[in-house]
């Protein structure tokens, strides 16, 4: 195989992962944010990004699981968040500070902070509302 090719399978393989992360303006909606508290219930800690879990009630008392997106395991870890702050707070009530899915059905959102059930509050996201992604 000549140097151009592997070069170029090198440069392919090396791009695949940028196209497929997302921006945030696809998914979600910087104008539609809010606090959100519920029963912490899951967290996937893995790359490209962390996803925990909250059991929200509606105005009707119903229960939903919504999904939150937070930064890569590598800045939460930067910001001295661990994998065991989540584990410490599940079952216990907890609020997030996110903005809204674009998809109304999908209770999703993109979260910029999350308050521990102990009143610490850590970043766990980028300041959506503000622009500072």
């Not at 939460?76 to 907890?94: A, C, E, H, T």
Request: proline share 2%.
């Amino acid at each position: 195989m000549s140097l151009r090719n592997i070069l170029l399978i090198g440069v392919l393989l090396g791009a695949a992962p940028a196209f497929a992360h997302h921006t945030f303006s696809v998914e979600y909606d910087a104008s539609k944010c809010s606090d959100m508290t519920g029963t912490l219930t899951k967290v996937d800690w893995e790359n490209p990004h962390v996803y925990f879990y909250v059991d929200l009630k509606d105005s009707d008392n119903q229960v939903s699981s919504w999904s939150f997106e937070a930064v890569s395991v590598a800045f939460l870890k930067r910001s001295g968040i661990q994998k065991q702050d989540f584990l410490d707070n599940m079952g216990k009530v907890v609020t997030v500070r996110a903005c809204l899915g674009k998809s109304a059905s999908a209770k999703r959102a993109a979260a910029e902070t999350l308050k521990m059930a102990d009143g610490r509050t850590v970043r766990v996201g980028s300041d959506y509302e503000h622009g500072q992604n």
